[in-house]
C-alpha cells in the first residue's frame, strides 16, 4: 500500500495492491463516464486536470486505519494549494466482502462519522475561532488542521442514490478555499450548479435529497450534505457535536 499523497503516475499505479488498482480504475471510469457523466462537474474538471490527489487506507473498522487516514490529511492540507483550484482529496477504504455484505447505509453512516471524530481526536491544531463549534450552526464545517473541509461519503450499500454508491467505502475531501474560488464567478458558478442538479436528476433513482443546499444559507447544515441516506431521511442531530467540543476552548 502506498503512504502518503498519490498523484496517479505510471510509477506510482505500479506500486500499487491489486484492490488499489481496481479501486482507482472503477473511479476513473465513473469520472469518464459520457453517456452517463457524474453530476459534480468540479470534481470531473478536477480529475480531466489531474488536480485530484489520492489516498488508500485499510478497513474502516480497524484502528489502524484512523492513523493512516490522520498522515494522508495531514500531508494534503500542507500542499493542496500546489495542486490547482480543483483539488481535492479521494480516499479509498479497503472494504472486505464481508463489510458489503452486511453493512447497511445506517451502519456505514456510523463508520463515516467515527472516522470524522477520530480524526477531530487526532488533530494536534485549534479549531479554527472563525468556525462555531455547533454543527447547527449554518456556517459550521469540519476542520482539521486549520482548515475547512466539505466531506463526501460514498457507499457499496447505496443503490437509489447513485452519486452516492462505489464499490468501495470513499471519501472526497474538498477544501473550503477550492468552493470559494468557483463561486467567486456568480454566473458561472450559478450556471454549473444548475447543470449539477439536473444531471443528478439523471443519475439517480430518487429525488434530489432535500439536505442539499449553500454554504451559509440560514437553512442549510453543512454536515446533513456530508453523508446522504438513501432515500430521504437524515439524522436529526450531528454525532460530530461533542467530539468537537473537546477541541475548543
Known sequence: ????????????????????????EKFEARMKDKKRPFPCIPATIGFSTNQLRYGFVGDPRTSSTIHDFVL?????????????????????????????????????????WQQLQCLCEHDEMEWPKHI???PHNPIWE????G??????????????RKSRYFDYFMLAITPRWVLQEFNKHEIFAKSIKSQ???????YDSI?????L????????????????????TSLSHCPFHQILNKNVE
Not at 500500500?1 to 506510482?12: C, Y
Not at 469540519?142 to 488542521?145: A, K, R, S, T
Not at 482548515?147 to 437509489?160: G, R, V
Not at 449539477?196 to 439523471?202: A, G, P, T, Y
Request: glycine residues 2%.
Open 1 to 24: 500500500m502506498i503512504h502518503g499523497i498519490f498523484e496517479n503516475t505510471v510509477f506510482q499505479r505500479n506500486q500499487l495492491q491489486q484492490w488499489e488498482k481496481t479501486a482507482l
Open 72 to 112: 494522508l490529511l495531514s500531508d494534503y492540507t500542507k500542499t493542496a494549494k500546489e495542486n490547482g483550484n480543483y483539488t481535492s482529496l479521494i480516499v479509498f477504504y479497503k472494504t472486505p466482502q464481508d463489510l458489503k455484505d452486511t453493512y447497511t447505509v445506517e451502519m456505514f453512516e456510523q463508520l463515516f
Open 132 to 134: 462555531p463549534n455547533d
Open 142 to 145: 469540519f476542520c482539521y488542521n
Open 147 to 160: 482548515e475547512q473541509f466539505f466531506m463526501y461519503c460514498t457507499t457499496p450499500s447505496h443503490q437509489n
Open 196 to 202: 449539477i442538479r439536473n444531471r443528478l436528476e439523471n
Open 207 to 211: 429525488e434530489i435529497h432535500p439536505d
Open 213 to 232: 443546499n449553500s454554504y451559509g444559507n440560514s437553512d442549510n447544515y453543512e454536515w446533513r450534505q456530508y453523508f446522504l441516506r438513501d432515500d430521504e
